[in-house]
T-cell receptor, first 109, second 114 residues
Framework: GQNIDQPTEMTATEGAIVQINCTYQ??????LFWYQQHAGEAPTFLSY??LDGLEEKGRFSSFLSRSKGYSYLLLKELQMKDSASYLCAVVDSNYQLIWGAGTKLIIKP | GAVVSQHPSWVICKSGTSVKIECRSLDFQATTMFWYRQFPKQSLMLMAT?????????EQGVEKDKFLINHASLTLSTLTVTSAHPEDSSFYICSAKPRDYEQYFGPGTRLTVT
């Protein structure tokens, strides 16, 4: 079966750094997405990785290791508005998006 | 960037009635749109893939006669929840792909069936 694992919830302090991990086991791999979703809203695109390595975009970075079936999203200089759920999604061999359950990130002052 | 809209943003209906949700790509054409459902504290669940000019492809366990999808044009797809029941209350989200891998989501429609 296809499976994506993320921690259910994480807590971090404003101004700090947090890393949200995602491990996956899917039938094929055609890329991995990270989305941010605030409560009651639709997901918004953060990043897309298809090759191994680190992609940096402002305060957010995303890392991929295809051999390990592993990705992480790194958030720096945390702000209160970063409190949200972060969804990891993998594109499988049929170009279907397989979604993780999401990680709820709580930022404390 | 690509913009996807949904209408209505929220709707309350009585059990047994039907509700139509529209999904539009405002500044690009989308031959394929996707419909998702999300229950509280759960991940997005793909319901169906909507293809312009042809029948939608439904995921296993999704009743095609209950969730009618019509992809009438390259910028519009509609989802009709027929004979709605309280267990159909959920957050329905559509998405569309202007390019090979990017996927843009609509703002979602919150359906409450009383």
């Amino acid at each position: 079966g296809q499976n994506i694992d993320q921690p259910t919830e994480m807590t971090a302090t404003e101004g700090a750094i947090v890393q949200i991990n995602c491990t996956y086991q899917t039938s094929g791999f055609n890329g991995l997405f990270w989305y941010q979703q605030h409560a009651g809203e639709a997901p918004t695109f953060l990043s897309y990785n298809v090759l191994d390595g680190l992609e940096e975009k402002g305060r957010f970075s995303s890392f991929l290791s295809r051999s390990k079936g592993y990705s992480y999203l790194l958030l720096k200089e945390l702000q209160m508005k970063d409190s949200a759920s972060y969804l990891c999604a993998v594109v499988d061999s049929n170009y279907q998006l397989i979604w993780g359950a999401g990680t709820k990130l709580i930022i404390k002052p | 960037g690509a913009v996807v809209s949904q209408h209505p943003s929220w709707v309350i209906c009585k059990s047994g009635t039907s509700v139509k949700i529209e999904c539009r790509s405002l500044d690009f054409q989308a031959t394929t749109m996707f419909w998702y459902r999300q229950f509280p504290k759960q991940s997005l669940m793909l319901m169906a893939t909507s293809n312009e000019g042809s029948k939608a492809t439904y995921e296993q366990g999704v009743e095609k006669d209950k969730f009618l999808i019509n992809h009438a044009s390259l910028t519009l797809s509609t989802l009709t929840v027929t004979s709605a029941h309280p267990e159909d209350s959920s957050f329905y989200i559509c998405s569309a792909k202007p390019r090979d891998y990017e996927q843009y989501f609509g703002p979602g429609t919150r359906l409450t069936v009383t």
